[in-house]
């Protein structure tokens, strides 16, 4: 998986051990973000939190050092928001995955209404 410019591990967001663990870690994320309060705070120390509960983040999903690896020295909360927003666009790759999967499944094996009702309607 591809996360700004650096080649992670892939997380199968279709097993329950990943998926739970994603869950977790971008559930620990947001409390933090949604508690940065400006007020009598620096923009810079602000930022820095914002920053590290998105490195803690991705350290939790991928793995310790990652979040060195994808963000390297900075904490540009520029860069926190599109790693997410990388990470999110895969998440809904692999659901789009699946659905596909399931849908061909389902009209592989389901028999087609129009059909029964054309025969229930010669009988």
């Given amino acids: 998986m591809k996360i700004l410019n ?9 097993d329950a051990d990943d998926l739970e663990n994603f869950e977790n870690a971008v559930i620990e994320a947001k409390k933090v973000l949604d508690n940065l ?16 509960a998105v490195f803690q ?7 310790e ?3 060195k690896k994808v ?3 900075k904490a540009s909360l520029k860069i926190c928001i599109e790693a997410f927003s990388d990470l999110k666009a895969e998440r809904e ?8 999967m399931v849908v061909d499944l389902n ?17």
């Fill in 6 to 14: 650096a080649e992670l591990k892939d997380v199968d967001f279709n």
């Fill in 37 to 52: 309060n400006p007020d009598g705070q620096r923009a810079s120390e602000v930022i820095r939190k914002g920053c590290n």
């Fill in 57 to 63: 983040c991705f350290d939790s999903i991928f793995g």
């Fill in 65 to 67: 050092g990652t979040a």
């Fill in 71 to 73: 963000f390297g020295d």
């Fill in 93 to 100: 790759k692999q659901d789009k995955e699946l659905e596909s």
């Fill in 107 to 123: 009209n592989q094996y389901s028999p087609n209404r129009a059909t029964r009702r054309a025969k229930k309607a010669n009988n």
